[in-house]
DNA sequence: ACTTACGGTAAGTTATGACTAACAGCTTAC
DNA sequence: GTAAGCTGTTAGTCATAACTTACCGTAAGT
């Protein structure tokens, strides 16, 4: 049900990561990207195809560049998926610590 | 530079994301983990120390067993990183609605 | 028209890691 | 004590995917 999930397995990539966050600073063409990265400009592009399938960013056709944004959807199902964990996590640490004081609350 | 993410990376793998998953329902030892699961025993410990190196789990002898509970700490490392992006990625969806305004001063 | 810049695609190589089988250590039961 | 159960570790195999080089199409400039 809850499996897959493309955009977490996506952004485990520290290329990938590098990508997205530098397109937290602003939309960007791929050009622009691949400069500033240790990788070759289709090792970008192919990333860049990656996280669009993920639902983590949106492509927008301006000339004959390409500009490149975040998109939240991915981001949204990540963040959804951890808050499914989030409170019994919670709640396993706490007994963890009550386990010495059962007898004085 | 919040790069490694060991937590996220570990997340990405669909076999450790289930047993995530199965610890999620309460602490459990690893021969109960691998009779539930379609990959051998040998690579359920191996998972959980990936997991355990990530955060994600802790272990407690009990006896001759070895329990294992899911770790808050794996979890708010993701979350922290993820809400980096938050507000930007909002802001950023919010712009493509508004389309144009690069108003000339 | 040609030329240059920008970007996606194909093919092929390589490295990472997920898995199984076999072995070793430790704990409880007999 | 020995035997049986539970787990971690090692060695080795195999599949996935990240990367580069080369190529092709398209858009703007001259």
Redesign the pocket.
């Known amino acids: 049900m809850t499996n897959s999930l493309l955009a977490l397995?996506?952004l485990?990539?520290?290329?990938?990561r590098l990508i997205f966050q530098r397109l937290a600073t602003g939309p960007?063409?791929?050009?622009?990207?691949?400069r500033d990265l240790?990788?070759?400009?289709?090792?970008?592009?192919?990333?860049?195809?990656?996280l669009k399938s993920a639902g983590l960013v949106t492509?927008r056709?301006?000339?004959?560049?390409?500009?490149?944004r975040i998109d939240p959807h991915g981001l949204a199902t990540i963040r959804i998926w951890l808050d499914q964990f989030w409170s019994v996590s919670l709640q396993n640490y706490a007994d963890e610590f009550s386990q010495d004081e059962e007898a004085a609350p």
């Open positions: 397995t996506t485990a990539d520290p290329t990938r960007q063409p791929v050009g622009a990207l691949a240790p990788v070759s400009r289709p090792a970008v592009s192919q990333h860049l195809a990656v492509d056709a301006e000339g004959s560049r390409r500009i490149y």
